[in-house]
């Protein structure tokens, strides 16, 4: 007799209730995995730096606040509920104004800073638990 | 001289304004794509057909409405701003109740009713232009 391992029902991910479980900028926290791509969010304020992904497309979603992602050849902006993808090896810079919380979606592994690195770079971070 | 053809900035996509253009249930609309995989939206109503897809997670995000999946072991409800990743392999089936609107990321070319085929079975489609 083989005894069967019932598979456990997926978690729902809230992801407002994510984003409540911290409050550093420029700091993305991981919060589901689609195959061997991350799911994450991050809130941030300011500017960022300036770089490239050269190897992946990079998918941006507004959850609050108001995104603009500049490009060399002019800034687009962005409200709740609009999303951008920034194409492989697209020189962008992300900013804000007030407070904004986005979802971002690529491979797992990609650098924030893209090829440009520096002190804004960071490793993704598991989400704090609830 | 060579002549430098500015890359073009990304489009913003907002995903309300691409659901308004299309009424249909069960029949998905690709919006975006990052790298091989695509960001597809749809709105359904009623049960869908029990199904699997051996080879990918599939990513289901509420935009309106409230979804139900149900697995054999069990169902879970989503509201707007909820999402499950569904395992490669776990049986499931989308419901609801009343219209609801969601955003689907997974690999392109993905069959909308995995292995069990039938007469839901639809290709994915462009978005109808604005």
Redesign the interface.
């Known amino acids: 007799m083989t005894t069967r391992i ?11 209730a994510a984003l409540a479980r911290f409050s550093d900028h420029w700091a993305q926290r991981r919060i ?4 061997d ?1 991350d ?1 994450k969010v991050a809130k941030i304020q300011g500017e960022f730096v300036w770089h490239t992904h050269d190897d ?4 941006m979603l507004v ?1 609050s606040g108001r995104l603009t ?1 500049r ?8 409200d709740p ?8 090896g ?1 020189e962008h810079c992300t900013a804000a104004a007030e407070e904004t919380s986005i979802l971002l ?3 797992a592994g990609v650098v924030n800073t893209g090829d440009a690195g520096g002190e804004l770079t960071k490793a993704v971070r598991e989400l704090e638990p609830s």
């Open positions: 019932p598979a456990a029902v997926p978690a729902v991910v809230n992801i407002a589901a995995g689609i195959n791509y799911v992946t497309d990079e998918f959850i992602v490009f060399r050849e002019g800034d687009v902006v962005l509920g609009e999303f951008v993808v920034v194409p492989r697209v979606l690529e491979p």
